[in-house]
């Protein structure tokens, strides 16, 4: 069974910076890494998951919510079954359980759908202080 575990979560200030890495784990590979699209979705507290930043199976094509936009990268490492999010200029309201997720139905565009995205990490919280 595929896995999709996350890390690099924690505590930090605001206008701090954070590294979240997910790393595809599993003993049978159906497909190679590169040919899933990858999504970091977040969740807050009483809110609903939300769309964070996706890139496709090759890392040429990105998307990131417009409230990220300029302070999130997405990107991939395929040698490695790595996907990762640089998280700079930190807010407090950036403060949610960040999940990772594949998108086994594309890989040379992106979704920001969650629906699209079928397999999916456990999460890593990110706490931001003001």
């Known amino acids: 069974q595929e896995q999709l575990v996350e890390s690099g979560g924690g505590l930090v200030e605001a206008g701090g910076s954070l590294r979240l890495s997910c790393a595809r784990s599993?003993?049978?590979?159906?497909?190679?890494?590169?040919?899933?699209?990858m999504g970091w979705f977040r969740q807050a507290p009483g809110k609903e998951r939300e769309f964070v930043a996706a890139?496709?199976?090759?890392?040429?094509?990105?998307d990131y919510t417009n409230s990220v936009k300029g302070r999130f990268t997405i990107s991939r490492d395929n040698a490695k079954n790595t996907v990762s999010l640089q998280m700079n200029s930190l807010k407090p309201e950036d403060t949610a359980v960040y999940y990772c997720a594949a998108d086994s139905g594309r890989y040379l565009s992106v979704s920001g759908d969650e629906h699209d995205y079928s397999v999916w990490g456990q999460g890593t919280q990110v706490t931001v202080s003001s």
């Open positions: 890139i496709s199976g090759r890392g040429t094509t990105t």
């Open positions: 599993g003993r049978t590979f159906r497909r190679t890494f590169s040919s899933y699209a």
